[in-house]
């Protein structure tokens, strides 16, 4: 069974790369250039959320949300609380 699931494995891992180097310049780009804009910062988060999953994707969700923690700790915490409904669900409790 393991061997079948093999190539949707290796494609899920890919993916994950090939997302991992999309949102990393962008992520850098937006803190370096301090945006301080909410929608852009949320879409961002929004689409980080998707991998984070995978370790390299959390790294860049958790660097996204310290930065935006100065700028809206409100909308920060919410993002956590997703991460944490999300992927977390032992430690959640409702």
Known sequence: MLEELRP???QIQALHLQ???LYLPEV????RNKIKDDKTIQLLLDRLLDFCGEEQMLS???KLCRYYWD???QATADYIQ??????DADSYEN
């Not at 850098?28 to 803190?31: S, V």
């Not at 997703?82 to 992927?87: C, L």
């Open 8 to 10: 949707l494995i290796e």
């Open 19 to 21: 997302a991992y180097k």
């Open 28 to 31: 850098d780009t937006l803190i």
């Open 60 to 62: 860049l969700f958790k």
């Open 71 to 73: 700028i809206n700790p």
């Open 82 to 87: 997703y991460y944490r409904e999300i992927y």
